[in-house]
């Protein structure tokens, strides 16, 4: 019930975000952790009336959602836990330092147990709504590279994928992230240029040559700076050719924000 009433507040955003920036667009719906985030900020008192009405208004939809239909860990689905629940945590690894050509990798963990069904639920299961608690694992790191005033940018699906899923997974996170740390996101600011093969089945080497052109940036006008955002880092290849596109215009790429990456080969 949760899932559906928040997967249908996530599909009405977003068609109505797709170009907007990130503080229109409320992606991942009752969220606790960002909506207690903002609801701490609104309280203030120069905050207009209005404004303190509506986020007291989403604080009782929340808690009658929580009543209706209690929050499920994303990775399990066990009711009752918010984010991951007591079993799912302990396996999530902490990922070591990783950077792509000079550009540092800040991932959630290693793409393994909990975290990395998490993801396949998010992306594979049509679970848009998983956006705002996965992005929230980030949270830190995105709240830290926000001070320097990057804009958030996802690595785009093709055109393909993006008809067959319905939504860009890397898209929403980077608005989930945006949205938490107060900053911009660009969604539409790389393109890809044309129809990669499936990385999967490729080793290092051909994942390199698969990409290698792969995207462009297609704004008239570019941040100064961007932080790379995307679900899974594997071989690093689709995030060096991003960062290559981005520095080509003359943006600079502060990190890569995933919410988890492999082991390198
Ligand atoms: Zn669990």
Redesign the pocket.
């Known amino acids: 019930m949760r899932a559906i009433l928040e997967r249908q507040t996530v599909r009405n955003s977003l068609s109505n975000a797709e170009d907007c920036d990130a503080q229109s667009a409320r992606v991942g719906g009752g969220s606790s952790e960002f909506t207690s985030d903002e609801g701490g900020g609104a309280c203030r008192p120069n905050k207009p009336r209005l404004e303190r009405r509506a986020v007291k208004l989403i604080g009782v939809l929340d808690w009658l959602l929580d009543a209706i239909a209690p929050p499920r860990?994303?990775?399990?689905?066990?009711l009752g836990?918010r984010g991951?629940?007591?079993?799912?945590?302990a396996p999530a690894l902490p990922a070591g330092a990783l950077t792509l050509d000079g550009v540092p990798v800040f991932a959630a963990g290693l793409y393994a147990g909990?975290l990395a069904a998490a993801i396949r639920r998010f992306k594979y299961d049509s679970r848009p709504d998983l956006a705002a608690p996965l992005a929230a694992l980030l949270s830190q790191p995105a709240r830290d590279l926000a001070r320097a005033g990057p804009s958030f940018v996802p690595v785009p699906l093709s055109a393909e994928r993006l008809a067959e899923r319905g939504y860009n997974q890397a898209a929403l996170l980077a608005r989930a992230l945006a949205k938490a740390s107060r900053g911009r996101v660009e969604p539409r600011l790389l393109r890809r240029l044309r129809s990669t093969r499936q990385q999967a089945r490729l080793d290092a080497r051909e994942r390199r040559e698969n990409m290698l052109g792969a995207f462009t940036v297609r704004a008239a006008r570019v941040p100064e700076r961007a932080v790379l955002v995307d679900d899974v880092v594997t071989t690093g290849a689709t995030a060096e050719e991003c960062i290559h596109a981005l520095r080509e215009r003359g943006v600079d790429v502060l990190a890569v924000l995933a919410l988890a990456r492999t082991e390198r080969e």
Request: with cysteine; aromatic share 8%.
């Open positions: 860990c994303i990775g399990c689905d066990m836990a991951f629940c007591v079993t799912c945590r909990a």
